[in-house]
């Protein structure tokens, strides 16, 4: 056993934790784990407990697929990776706690199809350069409660209580003991409220640098469904699950730091030349960004013109018709608002493609476009994203450039994972052109993403 995690046990015994779950996020966004016994961490070794390498290509309905030859090179183990201080407390299931990781290959080399080690690669370029990556996400969900012919129902149906908090919105508490919580992990979340739609909520959680933020976001989706889930309820991030009703989204604010921790985002008041090489990066490349950004069948039934979800690659200043927006505020709040994720998203993947497609923006000196002005889904100087998931990762398979940023192939196993959902969705469902959400993405996506 490693010192750092001779170091772990010892924490988590005087904690009077006896179970670490170990989670990491796969390609498509699903939590997997594993328990392990805190009193035999010490038998531990390289980092954390091995696992098959056909978790990367198993879809939400346990198919096993074959990208990156997972399968034809006979489903060999990786390694995971215990991030030794990143452990929190599970006040809902006591003597439990979670402990993200990333992964290895077992010669010790990290794992190329691993997200979180995506991530950590995409930070490292941004270092090399005296750049820190520091995001922030606001995402939205809904909860539901389970019907008797197995399907799901709102658990709240009221219309009209947007952005509030109370027993008018929340009248079993529900929420409210989901906050606390939260809260009670120490991840950083310090707000919620009901959201526009009727039982859909949002739950806000502190920026910080890339890798530490978005190991919170994985361990905040992870704990709103358990929690959920142990009061007999179901919670959902899918985009869009309900027809009748708006989508949920992950917007994501990013912004560079230098290694003093000053924003480098602002020059005099105005957008650095930073931040404007950064927007072109990811204006330049939003077609492909669509697809990990929106990485479902059913996240295009959220996009759409009128929807205050983007429909053209534009940003603008304070606009939310924008694909990218600029909040108003300046000095160390000077940020982008990348506004086109979905509430399904790998924050890993979706963060270090973001990452990616700004770092080309940098290293090329790309010229920023003028923002879109007023009502931006009229602006036709930015050409309308890809409208379904198959015109996406058609855009992403095109941009080679992106493509050997992020690498190959876990581009390659995200896109045979993706073009087999469209596949049983199309031999599935009577139209696979309608905009109405099917049964078939209830099933899919409900209690996975």
Not at 85 to 101: Q, T
Request: aromatic share 8%; with cysteine.
């Amino acid at each position: 056993m490693s010192h750092s995690l001779a170091n772990l046990q010892s924490e988590l015994l005087a904690a009077d934790i006896d179970v670490l779950r170990v989670i990491y996020a796969d390609i498509i966004g699903t939590v997997r784990s594993k328990d392990l016994l805190v009193r035999e961490l010490d038998k531990v070794s390289h980092g954390g407990p091995t696992f098959c390498q056909g978790v990367w290509v198993t879809t939400t309905q346990g198919g096993v697929l074959d990208g990156a030859d997972v399968l034809s090179n006979g489903l060999e183990d990786f390694v995971s990776q215990i991030v030794p201080d990143g452990w929190r407390a599970l006040p809902w299931e006591p003597g439990v706690a979670y402990a993200v990781a990333g992964a290895n290959n077992p010669d010790g080399q990290p794992n190329p199809l691993s997200p979180r080690v995506l991530l950590e690669r995409m930070v490292q370029k941004f270092g090399d350069l005296g750049y820190t990556p520091v995001v922030g996400p606001e995402l939205e969900f809904y909860i539901a409660d389970r019907t008797d012919d197995g399907g799901y129902r709102r658990a709240l149906e009221a219309t009209g209580r947007v952005y509030t908090s109370g027993a008018t919105v929340d009248p079993k508490g529900t929420f409210l003991h989901l906050l606390r919580m939260l809260d009670q992990m120490r991840i950083g979340v310090f707000a919620g409220n009901h959201e526009f739609s009727p039982s859909q909520y949002e739950i806000n959680i502190w920026h910080g640098e890339a890798l530490d933020a978005c190991d919170r976001i994985f361990m905040l989706k992870a704990g709103v469904k358990d929690v959920i889930a142990r009061l007999g309820q179901a919670a959902t991030f899918a985009g869009k699950p309900w027809s009748d009703e708006g989508g949920s989204g992950f917007h994501l604010h990013m912004s560079l730091t230098d290694r003093d921790g000053a924003n480098l985002m602002h020059e005099g008041g105005e957008l650095s030349t930073l931040a404007k090489q950064m927007i072109a990066g990811i204006v330049e490349h939003a077609a492909a960004l669509t697809a990990i950004c929106n990485p479902t069948i059913n996240a295009y039934k959220r996009l759409g013109p009128d929807t205050l979800a983007p429909y053209r690659g534009n940003w603008g200043y304070d606009n939310r018709s924008a694909m990218l927006r600029i909040p108003p505020e300046r000095g160390q709040g000077t940020r982008l608002e990348m506004r086109l994720g979905d509430g399904a998203a790998n924050a890993y993947l979706m963060t270090a493609a973001l990452l990616a497609a700004g770092l080309d923006g940098i290293q090329r000196g790309l010229e920023c476009p003028d923002p879109s002005v007023g009502y931006a889904y009229e602006d036709d100087r930015f050409a309308v994203l890809p409208m379904t998931l198959g015109d996406a990762l058609d855009a992403l398979r095109a941009d080679t450039r992106l493509i050997d940023i992020i690498g190959g192939d876990l581009v390659n196993v995200f896109e045979v994972m993706k073009r087999d959902e469209i596949e049983r969705y199309t031999d599935a469902v009577d139209d696979p052109t309608t905009r109405d959400v099917t049964d078939w993405e209830v099933k899919e996506y409900f209690l996975d993403l």
